[in-house]
């Protein structure tokens, strides 16, 4: 198939008809409206406002988010413009669960809609924002007033990265948001343009939307926001996800699929899956689950990634090898944890100083004098006992004394399992099945 | 007890007596007029000059070894020298062995006495030397000049060296020779000064003896040759020997002990000692065992290290651990090692190019293919099977590509046996025993 037949396959799927745009248009009014009408009431100078895809038309059929914001006045303070903001959320909204990012939020549900109501401050120009959110309302500026047009191309560029695993610019995914696809359609022309430009990016390159740069950065990619020349819209995109829309950008681009879009379904993975895999990897597999901590993914995951690494560098500096580690989180929480290495001898090699470094010297052969002390490579070295000579006994020990994050680390004092190989079927969630199926790449 | 009582107590045995001077001098007389007249009857102009330590009467009791060079007239050719030289010793030996070292020379054996005779160049001065053995006259000269009353000091330096284990300037050591020990009795004046130097020495230290320094190094220590500036005395202390030396200057100096000059003999390993030990350190020892090549220790042992350091690169390579390897050499030589990890999974990381190498990215995931290469930290990579996951099936099919040096491989060629833990008591040779014992410094 052409990149063309393709490309309208797609669309087929992923283009709203009248009946959802109508559904989507008439539930957003209700909602804005209501917002107008409870701000009179409270005599609040405050308005409803769409932003998000849904505003911008480029939102892709079946997707049932919408953003409202909620504009107060510049002229109060930010625990007024909070309050004000969730007090009117929480008279509009009927079934709700109040969020924390960077400010409180609503997340609300209407008719199987789940619509976020950010209360943010009015601001006349993009200079005089007070916080990250207030900038949204001018994103949503810019692209409605040059997207006209190639709005199925930014669904085309969305619905790819989706399909690839690097849509979305949370913490947990650190890959493209909505925004970043848009600027790129409109900075390149096309989404198949979009992707002529990927095959060749380098990291560190810097994208211009017609402004100057003057970012200082060391991120794999940069992109100029238009409405603010100093922050970088790709700033949450990994190295992994960049150079995964690289790779799927020259591999579509020479080999046309759907499948890029919509990849097969990943199965949860069985019980005699995993027994398989553990018997032909042949290495030991390690969860240390615990109960998921109350706070949102934006701050759960960074904690999640940085345990991780934590748990991996104590792997480390006690001679183990880990092969490969990675995280995922549901009502539970698991870092799971593969390893080259899980055994190690009871005695190792502790190097010491420089022989000709008088002062160290004879305090390291006071210390370790039951050692007998002998000299290797121009150091002092003994050979002693090891501490953990199983992965099973050192994270016991040593795993609450790693940097966990602070949520991660409560939510571990409160109480943890590692299951090891076989006892990992313990855990039964379909989503944490299907996650080590993609885990085992089986 | 003090330093002086020790060392006069160490004296007291390594002080040849006069009835052991009397002896070495008759040897010595009756050995080099054999030579004298054989000349004459050869019509060679040449004759025998006793050099080393008994030349200089710094040889410790009990030594039965005597160097006697032939001196040639540096008019004849290289081959003619040589030739002349071996003819002479030939006809004054009666016992002996024809060695080889940078030329040949001749190892005779007179009651219970090993002599080496070496033919040699007499050149007029230390400039017109043609080779490093041509040195050695001026050497012995330099320091019979100079050593009269410090011959026991130097004795001392000898034997505590020997004691400690960094005596001998051979290759299969490394360590001091005993040129080198006279030049720092001379420059410090005494036993004691020479290790109150040495305690605070450095590694790169430049000790020159009244001439210039215009060495380019990057030894550990450099002593100036006062009879050639250009060369290093101490070019053969290897960084281990020379921090041994200091180690020892400092231990002694505060805790004498005659333990240093005369240290416990080493008992051989008994075959129940080996398995206890592997036991304790729990880790797997292999010792790869071919018959010794037929060349000098010098020539053989740069060998064996550089075989070793070839099989551990190997061996990491393979993602091995080494803790510990050795060498051993008698009738058998043997290269030991002893591994912190002898398994591994089936399974391995093979790292590709970073993902924007157009051209070897393309290639990579051509070859590997099969594998379903993934992106991690910015690079492809595949999980493949791994060749080697035990260090027996490595070293079956790898031992004869490393680099081994042209005999140890020769012999290696010829035959050799990979022996594992237990079946290593099948080397029954007593000073392997011994080395044993060492290796595990029990």
């Known amino acids: 198939m052409t990149h063309d037949k393709i490309c309208s396959t797609v669309l ?22 209501r917002i107008d009408e409870v701000a009179k009431e409270l005599g609040v100078d405050a308005h409803g406002l769409l932003v998000g895809s849904v505003a911008k038309g480029t939102w892709i059929s079946g997707d049932r988010d919408l953003d409202i914001f909620i504009m107060l006045p510049e002229t109060i303070s930010e625990e007024e413009m909070e309050s004000l903001g969730l007090q009117i959320a929480k008279k509009v909204a009927t079934k709700y669960e109040e969020r924390y990012a960077e400010h409180p939020y609503i997340k609300a549900f209407f008719k199987g809609y789940a619509v976020d109501m950010v209360p943010c401050f009015s601001v006349s120009n993009p200079a005089s924002i007070k916080s990250a959110v207030d900038r949204t309302p001018f994103h949503n500026e810019y692209i409605n007033a040059r997207i006209g047009g190639l709005e199925n191309e930014a669904r085309l560029l969305k619905q790819l990265m989706r399909g690839i695993g690097v849509y979305g610019a949370e913490l947990k995914t650190m890959g493209f948001s909505g925004y970043l696809c848009e600027l790129l359609v409109l900075k390149y022309g096309s ?36 409405v603010d020349p100093s922050r970088n819209v790709a700033a949450a995109v990994s190295l992994d996800k960049f150079c995964m829309f690289i790779d799927a950008s020259r591999t579509f681009l020479k080999a046309p699929d759907i499948g890029f879009f919509f990849p097969p379904e990943v199965k949860p993975m069985t019980d005699n899956g995993l027994a ?17 901590p109350d706070v949102v993914e934006d701050v759960l995951y960074p904690q999640l990634y940085k345990a991780l690494k934590s748990i991996e560098e104590l792997l480390h500096r006690n001679d183990f090898r880990v092969f490969h580690g990675d995280v995922w989180s549901n009502s539970n929480s698991v870092i799971l944890l593969e390893m080259e290495i899980t055994g190690l001898p009871p005695i190792r090699i502790h190097m010491g ?12 052969k006071a210390k370790y004098t039951n050692y007998n002390p002998y000299i290797r490579s121009g150091r002092y070295v003994v050979e002693m006992p090891r501490k953990y000579t199983d992965v099973d006994a050192l994270l016991k020990s040593e795993l609450q004394t790693c940097g966990l994050g602070k949520h991660v680390s409560e939510a571990i004092e409160n109480g943890y399992r590692v299951l090891k190989n076989a006892q990992i079927t313990k855990i039964e969630d379909k989503k944490f099945r299907i996650f080590l199926r993609k885990y085992f790449r089986t």
Do not use: Y
């Open 191 to 226: 989404f198949l343009n979009v992707l002529q430009s990927a095959k060749g990016w380098r990291r560190g390159i810097v994208i211009e939307m017609g402004n100057r740069k003057d970012i200082e950065h060391d991120a794999p990619l940069v992109v100029i926001d238009p």
């Open 276 to 292: 398989d895999e553990l018997k032909q990897r042949g290495m030991d597999v390690f969860a240390i689950v615990f109960k998921a």
């Open 353 to 364: 100083p420089p022989v000709e470094s008088v002062t160290h010297a004879e305090k390291f």
């Open 12 to 33: 087929k799927k992923i283009v709203p008809d009248e009946g959802e745009k109508k559904a989507m248009l008439k539930l957003t009014e209700c909602i804005i409206s």
